[in-house]
């Protein structure tokens, strides 16, 4: 049986269209025991590390393991066929704490727009 950072191995991943604008996350779901809806992973978003690394991009995936959903936050790298494969280095979040987990982010991205470190509107 395959662990957490192994799920979605193997699968290629491509770094040729990736989006520079992360997606709105779904809502929480009331229940985080899956059946049908998470049968394969669903990709959420696809964003290089930083502007200056573009060998390793940071993919938002949601995923389930033994029936339970949770949104996978993993660090791939490429590797020396230039394909895009996922490390050891990452977080996953359960269903129940994905509201937090976004309203966290929220409060980091208004902290460093107030700060003067991102521009723009947030």
């Known amino acids: ?16 269209d990736l989006d ?22 669903i990709e959420i978003a696809k964003f290089w590390k930083s502007a200056r690394n573009r060998r390793q991009t940071i993919v938002l995936t949601l995923k389930a393991y033994e029936g339970h959903a949770f949104l ?3 660090l791939f790298d490429t590797n020396g ?8 280095k990452g977080v996953t979040v359960g269903m129940t704490q994905l509201p937090d987990f976004v309203a966290g982010v929220k409060k980091a991205v208004e902290k460093a727009h107030e700060l003067g470190l991102i521009a723009g509107d947030v």
Do not use: F, I, Y
């Not at 520079?20 to 992973?41: D, F, K, Q």
């Not at 066929?81 to 050891?88: I, K």
């Open 1 to 16: 049986m395959k662990n957490r950072a192994q799920l979605g191995r193997g699968r290629e991943a491509s770094c040729s």
């Open 20 to 41: 520079t604008h992360s997606n709105s996350l779904p809502g929480s779901a009331s229940a985080t025991h899956v059946s049908g809806p998470l049968a394969e992973p």
């Open 72 to 74: 996978d936050c993993r």
């Open 81 to 88: 066929d230039g394909q895009s494969v996922p490390t050891a």
